[in-house]
Nanobody, 127 residues
Framework: QVQLVESGGGLVQPGGSLRLSCTAS????????IGWFRQAPGKEREGVSS????????YYTDSVKGRFTVSRDNAKNTVYLQMNNLKLEDTAVYYC????????????????????WGRGTQVTVSS
């Protein structure tokens, strides 16, 4: 059964860090573009970061550049999102998704292009 499971969310103070994990079962993550998306209450889903298959090129939306780092561990079939210097506006449910995408499409992170989705993990940044 194809499944993506996110973990690592929680409550953190502004300036703190969290590392999200996205673990796959039923397929090999390394063969897919993996995207991280987030959705805050009352807001549209936003593509935050992505990592391509193959040479693992990485992409970020401007608001998280320099603070978030996406990486993959193919041996663990897991993709990570390291989030540093978290801000109040980073509060959201974070989802990972997988898609068979070339680098261009992977960098654009259009959510309709991703075929597999996890159920999300809540990240709350609050003082």
């Amino acid at each position: 059964q194809v499944q993506l499971v996110e973990s690592g969310g929680g409550l953190v103070q502004p300036g703190g860090s969290l590392r999200l994990s996205c673990t796959a079962s039923g397929f090999t993550l390394g063969n897919y573009c993996i995207g991280w998306f987030r959705q805050a209450p009352g807001k549209e889903r936003e593509g935050v970061s992505s990592i391509s298959s193959g040479n693992s090129s990485t992409y970020y939306t401007d608001s998280v550049k320099g603070r978030f780092t996406v990486s993959r561990d193919n041996a663990k079939n897991t993709v990570y999102l390291q989030m540093n210097n978290l801000k109040l506006e980073d509060t959201a449910v974070y989802y990972c998704a997988a898609g068979v995408l070339g680098k261009g499409a992977c960098s654009r992170r259009r959510h309709e292009m991703f075929g597999y989705w996890g159920r999300g993990t809540q990240v709350t940044v609050s003082s």
